[in-house]
């Protein structure tokens, strides 16, 4: 069986501005997650997504982890092929202040070749061109021998606890696949005439490190009576600082630095420091995202102390947040931790992870189907990819323990220019070719993982 790709690229393009309105359609249902369980609202997207598909005699069902936390989950494809799941978020981050916006928030406005709104580009044109490329396979007829799952699912921007989360507890067998494709990567680099794409392989995780320093109040009048909590967490806070993490080039994105950067000499764990202090002054950017990725992060970020101006602090406490590499665990952040702490009196910690770090092979038969399918929608042969590993988490870390193997990749076209996606910020805007070059992908993805496309 052979199955045309050309052809159905050329029917996205048909389809241009049916892609296009679903994606305004969706970022005028104001799906907003302020963290709290009856903010979110994705029910709202949930039946819009399901009205739309069944329309199009596509089998949809919403998962709800509550009344107002729908879970959307469509299927095509029939036979013992393999599986192969798009993953995306219907919440939003919350607007500050609209009226620093220049288009309104909710508005879906189209200008300057752009969809413009609070969720645009993290993640509903995504999840508009995911939706589309469904559509698109049903209406042309496509035979897919295996199951392709469709699942835009809440709470995303709040860690996943009713989203991708809730659905993994609860219903692990909609979500399980071979192979997955999320956000977490897809933005094209341009870097000595070559156009790179970034497949995010695996992901940091994230842990909170809560440091409780005892000491002994007493009025403020005579503090020498006291045991300053605050002058105690003096020496909590100059270890931290002092710390200095164990560097490593792990990461398969370390065996591409000439790819990506030019530079061509094997880097170690040794000398990987000081060539990123040489690219520093070249590629700021690219040099800040691999120093996160060679190493685990802990910093300070809230203190807490006291209860009245006129009473020496009894008790202090500092919030650390730590991002760990695919293979630092729990057991390895603590012992990191009470290094750091080592024969502090009246000190104490206790570590929350909030999300697990993992990874999935760059070395896997899934990868070729990206890279051709890439090539498809972006109507370009001379592409490069390198793995990369995502410095912020993404709900793949929920279906990679399901056997899932699961990329950050979502393409957006070589045109668009990524500095302008405006996510968590003013102005968040999608590039309309983005969003056509990712229902192309999508479409292609499907084709050549079940449908035999080669
Ligand atoms: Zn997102």
Redesign the pocket.
Same mark, same amino acid.
């Given at each position: 069986m052979t199955v045309e790709i050309p052809r159905l690229m050329a029917m996205v393009d048909e389809a241009a501005d049916e892609v296009v309105r679903l994606t305004q359609d969706l970022v005028r249902i104001p799906t907003v997650n302020f963290g709290t369980p009856e903010s979110g609202d994705e029910m709202a997207a949930a039946e819009f997504l399901r009205d739309r598909l069944v329309e199009h005699g596509i089998e949809a069902t919403i998962y709800a982890a509550s009344d107002n936390r729908g879970n959307f989950v469509a299927r095509l494809g029939e036979g013992n092929g393999p599986r192969l799941l798009f993953m995306s978020?219907t919440d939003v981050v919350p607007v500050e202040d609209p009226d620093q916006w220049t288009y309104p928030p909710f508005s879906g406005e189209i200008a300057e070749g752009r969809i413009w709104g609070r969720g645009a580009s993290?993640?509903k044109g995504t999840v508009a061109a995911q939706a589309m490329a469904l559509i698109i396979l049903k209406r042309a007829g496509v035979r897919l021998n295996g199951t392709l799952t469709f699942a835009a699912c809440a709470d #995303? #921007?709040a860690g996943g606890a009713y989203g991708f989360g809730w659905m993994v507890r609860h219903h692990p067998d909609v979500l399980r696949a071979d192979y997955a494709v999320n #956000?977490g990567g897809g933005g094209p680099v341009r870097s000595r005439g070559r156009i790179i794409y970034p497949i995010a392989t695996g992901e940091k995780g994230r842990l909170e490190v809560h440091i409780r320093i005892r000491g002994r109040g007493w009025h403020a009048s005579q503090p020498w009576r006291a045991d300053n909590a605050i002058y105690k967490a003096e020496e909590v806070i100059r270890r931290i600082r002092a710390w200095r993490p164990e560097v490593s080039v792990r990461a398969e994105i370390f065996q591409h630095l000439d790819t990506l950067a030019g530079i061509s000499e094997p880097v170690t764990d040794q000398t990987i420091d000081h060539v990123l202090s040489q690219l520093e002054g070249r590629d700021p950017t690219l040099a800040s995202m691999l120093r996160a990725a060679s190493r685990m992060t802990l910093v300070a970020t809230m203190i807490q102390a006291g209860v009245k101006s006129n009473s020496v602090a009894e008790a202090c406490t500092i919030v650390c947040d730590v991002r760990s590499l695919p293979w630092q665990d729990v057991a390895y952040v603590w012992r990191q931790v009470a290094d750091i702490l080592a024969g502090l009196d009246g000190v104490s910690f206790e570590i929350i992870e909030t999300a697990v770090s993992n990874s999935s092979p760059y070395d896997s038969p899934f990868r070729a189907h990206v890279e051709a399918a890439t090539r498809d929608a972006v109507g370009l042969d001379d592409l490069t990819f390198v793995p990369a590993l995502s410095v912020g988490f993404?709900d793949s870390r929920f279906v990679r323990p399901l056997g899932n193997v699961t990329y950050g990749f979502i393409p957006s076209a070589p045109t668009d220019d990524p500095s302008r996606s405006g996510?968590h910020n003013i102005n968040e805007s999608v590039g309309i070719d983005s969003v056509i070059t990712a229902t192309k992908f999508h479409v292609a993805l499907a084709c050549r993982v079940l449908a035999g496309a080669s």
């Amino acid at each position: 069986m052979t199955v045309e790709i050309p052809r159905l690229m050329a029917m996205v393009d048909e389809a241009a501005d049916e892609v296009v309105r679903l994606t305004q359609d969706l970022v005028r249902i104001p799906t907003v997650n302020f963290g709290t369980p009856e903010s979110g609202d994705e029910m709202a997207a949930a039946e819009f997504l399901r009205d739309r598909l069944v329309e199009h005699g596509i089998e949809a069902t919403i998962y709800a982890a509550s009344d107002n936390r729908g879970n959307f989950v469509a299927r095509l494809g029939e036979g013992n092929g393999p599986r192969l799941l798009f993953m995306s978020h219907t919440d939003v981050v919350p607007v500050e202040d609209p009226d620093q916006w220049t288009y309104p928030p909710f508005s879906g406005e189209i200008a300057e070749g752009r969809i413009w709104g609070r969720g645009a580009s993290d993640m509903k044109g995504t999840v508009a061109a995911q939706a589309m490329a469904l559509i698109i396979l049903k209406r042309a007829g496509v035979r897919l021998n295996g199951t392709l799952t469709f699942a835009a699912c809440a709470d #995303e #921007e709040a860690g996943g606890a009713y989203g991708f989360g809730w659905m993994v507890r609860h219903h692990p067998d909609v979500l399980r696949a071979d192979y997955a494709v999320n #956000e977490g990567g897809g933005g094209p680099v341009r870097s000595r005439g070559r156009i790179i794409y970034p497949i995010a392989t695996g992901e940091k995780g994230r842990l909170e490190v809560h440091i409780r320093i005892r000491g002994r109040g007493w009025h403020a009048s005579q503090p020498w009576r006291a045991d300053n909590a605050i002058y105690k967490a003096e020496e909590v806070i100059r270890r931290i600082r002092a710390w200095r993490p164990e560097v490593s080039v792990r990461a398969e994105i370390f065996q591409h630095l000439d790819t990506l950067a030019g530079i061509s000499e094997p880097v170690t764990d040794q000398t990987i420091d000081h060539v990123l202090s040489q690219l520093e002054g070249r590629d700021p950017t690219l040099a800040s995202m691999l120093r996160a990725a060679s190493r685990m992060t802990l910093v300070a970020t809230m203190i807490q102390a006291g209860v009245k101006s006129n009473s020496v602090a009894e008790a202090c406490t500092i919030v650390c947040d730590v991002r760990s590499l695919p293979w630092q665990d729990v057991a390895y952040v603590w012992r990191q931790v009470a290094d750091i702490l080592a024969g502090l009196d009246g000190v104490s910690f206790e570590i929350i992870e909030t999300a697990v770090s993992n990874s999935s092979p760059y070395d896997s038969p899934f990868r070729a189907h990206v890279e051709a399918a890439t090539r498809d929608a972006v109507g370009l042969d001379d592409l490069t990819f390198v793995p990369a590993l995502s410095v912020g988490f993404t709900d793949s870390r929920f279906v990679r323990p399901l056997g899932n193997v699961t990329y950050g990749f979502i393409p957006s076209a070589p045109t668009d220019d990524p500095s302008r996606s405006g996510a968590h910020n003013i102005n968040e805007s999608v590039g309309i070719d983005s969003v056509i070059t990712a229902t192309k992908f999508h479409v292609a993805l499907a084709c050549r993982v079940l449908a035999g496309a080669s």
